[in-house]
């Protein structure tokens, strides 16, 4: 859930080793779940391509802690001009500091 919120879509590349070490967990324990959640229909999975089919559901199979982790993220990157995109909101904020620096000081070695 949390790759998908990160690229906004319900399909995206991801690997079973990928994950796998993201999460400190073996690869076969990877893929024995995403069998599961297959199997009920929640996700699709090919070739490193997984793609949400049941939101509601992988989020009820999911921990609460992918529910804690998105509250943090909306409260940190809403505050950036109250967009829910943090990624454009990150790159905008990166823009502005960089437009506002001296040009003095753009370049040189800190």
């Not at 793609?51 to 943090?72: H, M, N, P, V």
Request: aromatic share 6%; glycine share 10%.
């Amino acid at each position: 859930m949390m790759s998908r919120d990160r690229v906004g879509r319900d399909t995206f590349p991801l690997t079973h080793e990928s994950l796998a070490g993201t999460l400190g967990v073996r690869r076969a324990s990877v893929t024995e779940a995403a069998g599961t959640l297959q199997r009920a229909g929640i996700i699709d999975y090919h070739r490193g391509c997984v793609t949400i089919r049941d939101s509601a559901g992988l989020e009820a199979a999911a921990c609460e802690d992918y529910q804690l982790s998105r509250e943090a993220y909306d409260r940190l990157y809403d505050q950036y001009e109250g967009s829910r995109d943090w990624r454009l909101s990150a790159s905008s904020r990166a823009t502005k500091d960089s437009a506002a620096a001296p040009s003095s000081t753009r370049g040189s070695p800190g």
